[in-house]
């Protein structure tokens, strides 16, 4: 498996991981993607893509792009789900089904946080499902819970 810096090229990549991580969950109705795309709470993960100060990286083994995982600055007047302030960009991470459960996601979380220290990021947030096991990835790795942004998911960050 290598890992890549995310270009302009992978927009269509991203948005599928996106979608994969709006759905995380086998139970409950699925989001299409189209919606996923369009509705402004989850369209402004990947809208864009790349703005200037995006980072990203992906995934691949033999050609084929396994997953992804980007950070996103938000403004305050239009937050991330996992906003804590502007200058802490979001997390969005996704592997592609079939690779799942192989170190794919904990290597791509590790390859964002290396390239987010080298721009200068001193944090970064998300926000998480806790029925998700990414949440287990996520506590693993270093982030902390910093409040329940609602009575299903917390808010997390990690000071790089
Ligand atoms: C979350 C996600 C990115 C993790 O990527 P992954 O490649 O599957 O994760 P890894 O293989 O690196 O495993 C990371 C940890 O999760 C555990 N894990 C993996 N699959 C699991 C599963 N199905 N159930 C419970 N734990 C699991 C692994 O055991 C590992 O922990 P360990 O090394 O301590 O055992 C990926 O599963 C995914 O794309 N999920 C759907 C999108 C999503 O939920 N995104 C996050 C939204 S907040």
Do not use: C
């Not at 007047?77 to 200058?87: I, M």
């Amino acid at each position: 498996m290598n890992i890549r810096e995310a270009t302009r090229d992978d927009a269509g990549l991203l948005a599928d991981m996106l979608v994969e991580a709006v759905n995380w969950s086998s139970e409950g109705k699925k989001q299409s993607r189209r919606r996923v795309l369009s509705a402004p709470g989850t369209a402004h993960y990947i809208a864009g893509w790349p703005r200037e100060d995006d980072l990203g990286v992906v995934a691949e083994a033999d050609g084929q792009r396994l997953g992804a995982a980007w950070l996103r600055f938000f403004p305050p007047e239009k937050p991330g789900y996992g906003f804590v302030a502007a200058d802490v960009p979001e997390l969005t991470i996704g592997v592609a089904a079939r690779w799942r459960g192989q170190g794919v996601g904990r290597a791509l979380l590790r390859a964002v946080e290396e390239r987010a220290t080298s721009g200068g990021i001193r944090r970064i947030s998300l926000s998480v499902e806790r029925k998700n096991f990414a949440r287990k990835l996520y506590l693993a790795a270093g982030y902390e819970v910093v409040y329940a942004a609602s009575p299903d998911s917390d808010t997390m960050v990690k000071v790089l």
